[in-house]
């Protein structure tokens, strides 16, 4: 009896904290969807521009490469998938690679959507006054992208704040901010 009240409650703290209004279920699980909210031009010009910035200091032979990189690495995600289930986060960006952790930020070795690259990824979420913030961490021998979705469920919208820290940028960082609405 015991274990089902901590089951129930885990599974209800856990609903509560993906307090996103278009999936309210008792279960433990569920799955939210966004789109692009702005065009897929204007969010390319985003990261782009962003991507410039963290380079701009940089040697110019360096310059290129550095850029190359980058932009293979941080490309428009028209659409989000998240799903809640069994104390886990999954995250998809369009039809890619789905990465899952659990949802209390416990890091889990993964690979990247090339599927070589090995990095050490958390997520977590947390719920406050009608925000939801999942963090996403990806690190790398080379550096660390940090994702932080803020769902406002008043607006029914998120916002995707990215920065990419690496020795190889500093003295600067990757940051951009991509808006979703919801599906």
Sequence with gaps: MKSMTKSFLAVATLSLALAIPTVASAQDSGTWKFSL????????????????????EMNFVVRPIARGRLEDTNTVCKTLTFTLQSGDISIQCGSGKVFTTPADGTSKNVTGSDNKTPYKLSQKVVSKGGKTVIT??????????????????????????????????DPKSLKYTLPYSEK
């Design 37 to 56: 909210a702005t065009s897929n031009g204007k969010a390319k010009k985003k990261i782009a521009n962003g991507i410039e910035d963290a380079i701009s």
């Design 136 to 169: 996403q961490i990806f690190k790398a021998e080379d550096g660390k992208r940090t994702t932080v979705y803020t769902y406002d469920s008043e607006k029914k919208a998120l916002s995707m704040k990215v920065r990419v820290d690496s020795p190889k940028l």
